[in-house]
């Protein structure tokens, strides 16, 4: 089996600042990185599925770089619209990017294959998937052998205005070109900040959520009331057998006491 962490929307700010003047996300990255290491067994690898920082800037990724650095499992970095894919790809040149521009890379696991595709589109919030990420995907997801998906962008509507109105874009190419490829069994999203699952393409979606900060839970339709909610953070917790679905579970961040029911 495989063990996969999903840890997204780190919204990561240079030492000392708070995002939004409020929310410590230094603190609550140092908070999931202390109970992925509590986890037994541990995981295999971590997958940060964008918006790693908030702005971008190379202070932003050498705190996250030193703050990571606490993790005693490997991690995977992807791109989110908060992030800069150039600063990102020169902050952490060990990883095993792909070749061109895009942030992309393909992680291999008893499983099968981690597919981490770069929907970043630069000086937008929404992303897309184009030509360019539908090449590395046929590239990349090898016949026989199953993949995960991950994604920063979700293609699906959550029902959240003022999310659905910054989805991903291309969404249909992306459906016709899964399609075809039976061995991609689930497609895992940021940008939500909140804990989702549905459906995309016949293939089960999840959509992380923020290990510190939340959307708030608003399905009244208006995208101006959008906003956020200092409701708990988490991440997602996948199991990966070889020849099955992942199962998926929310880990909260901050962990709580275990009462054995034979005490």
Known sequence: ??????????????????????????????????????????????????????????????????????????????????????????????????????????????????????????????????????????ANARAGRDALLFLHHPPVRTGIAGMDAIRLAGADALASWLAGRPQVRALFCGHGHRTIFTAFAGRPLAIAPSPAHQIALDLSGDAAALAWTPEPGGMLLIDWSPGLDPVTHLLPVAAAPVQRYAD
């Not at 708070?18 to 986890?39: E, K, V």
Request: hydrophobic share 45%; glycine share 8%.
């Open 1 to 138: 089996m495989a063990r996969i962490v999903q840890l997204s929307d780190l919204h990561l700010r240079a030492p000392g600042k708070r995002l939004y003047r409020q929310i410590d996300t230094a603190g609550a990255l140092a908070q999931a990185i202390a109970r992925i290491n509590a986890l037994t067994p541990r995981p295999d690898l971590v997958v940060l599925s964008g918006d790693l920082v908030n702005a971008g800037d190379d202070a932003e990724y050498a705190h996250l770089r030193a703050l990571l650095a606490g993790l005693a499992v490997p991690y995977a970095t992807m791109p989110g619209n908060h992030d800069d894919r150039d600063r990102l790809r020169a902050a952490f040149p060990e990883q095993p990017w792909a070749a061109g521009a895009l942030a992309q890379q393909r992680r291999e696991c008893d499983a099968g294959d981690l597919l981490l595709v770069d929907t970043l589109v630069p000086g937008e919030e929404g992303g897309a998937v184009g030509d360019a990420q539908l090449a590395w995907l046929d």
